[in-house]
């Protein structure tokens, strides 16, 4: 390629740095659909038109619906597992502060869960994708701060590991798929603070006691 041919290249595809700016743009709009549209129809129009861009850039970016989709949840499971990595880091023992971080990162973006709902029943290639990606990593950093608890002696010895792992899961998505029952229903409002009550709840399940208290 000749140096005519590459300028004209990056004309057409924008600096490096508009081209993160978009990108972002487009999938904080399709996440701003799922989280007040739930479960219903998203067009590619609507969220072109929720980052003020041209739909041909949806295309452009991702290829079709089914690749806006994957990168979408890519997206989200990258800043919960972000979150998980860094309360790991700094305090590895602290099951309750693990949690913590993540309830809290799934409940600033409730769009996750319902996206989440709609991989599992939909396509199988993007259900197969979230398992092979996703799930494994999830599953290693839950497991992980179950192991570390268990071996200071902190984790209930009843417990069977692949049903707290999920127990875990469950907690975590749950609440925000079902938001506007469990509002009803139960007179709980299923915000950041309610992720942090939760995230108490799980380690209060999960964890022994002792006579000082609730230990891990």
């Avoid at 989280?35 to 129009?45: D, E, M, N, V, Y």
């Avoid at 072109?48 to 989709?69: C, E, I, Q, S, W």
């Avoid at 590895?92 to 949690?99: A, F, I, Q, R, Y």
Wanted: with cysteine; glycine share 8%.
């Amino acid at each position: 390629m000749d140096s005519s041919t590459s300028a004209r290249s990056q004309r057409r595809r924008g600096p490096r740095g508009q081209d993160a700016a978009i990108k972002t743009a487009l999938l904080e709009a399709g996440a701003s659909l799922y989280a007040t549209k739930g479960l219903a129809p998203i067009s590619l129009r609507e969220i072109a038109d929720g980052a003020r861009v041209n739909p041909a850039m949806v295309r452009y970016y991702f290829k079709d619906r089914h690749g806006f989709l994957g990168a979408l949840l890519d997206y989200g499971y990258e800043a919960v597992l972000r979150e998980a990595r860094t309360h790991a880091e700094v305090a590895p023992s602290d099951l309750e502060n693990l949690l913590s971080g993540i309830f809290r990162a799934v409940s600033d973006r409730p769009w996750l869960p319902i996206l989440l709902m709609q991989t599992v029943l939909g396509g199988s290639e993007l259900r197969d994708a979230f398992i092979n990606q996703h799930v494994p990593r999830m599953r290693a950093t839950l497991r992980d701060a179950l192991q570390r608890a268990a071996g200071a002696g902190d984790l209930r010895r009843d417990l069977d590991p692949d049903l707290a792992l999920l127990t875990l899961v469950s907690m975590m998505f749950f609440p925000q798929v079902a938001r506007p029952v469990v509002s009803r229903a139960f007179g709980v409002t299923v915000d950041r603070q309610f992720g942090e009550r939760l995230a108490g709840f799980a380690t209060q399940l999960l964890c022994s006691n002792s006579a000082g208290g609730r230990r891990c």
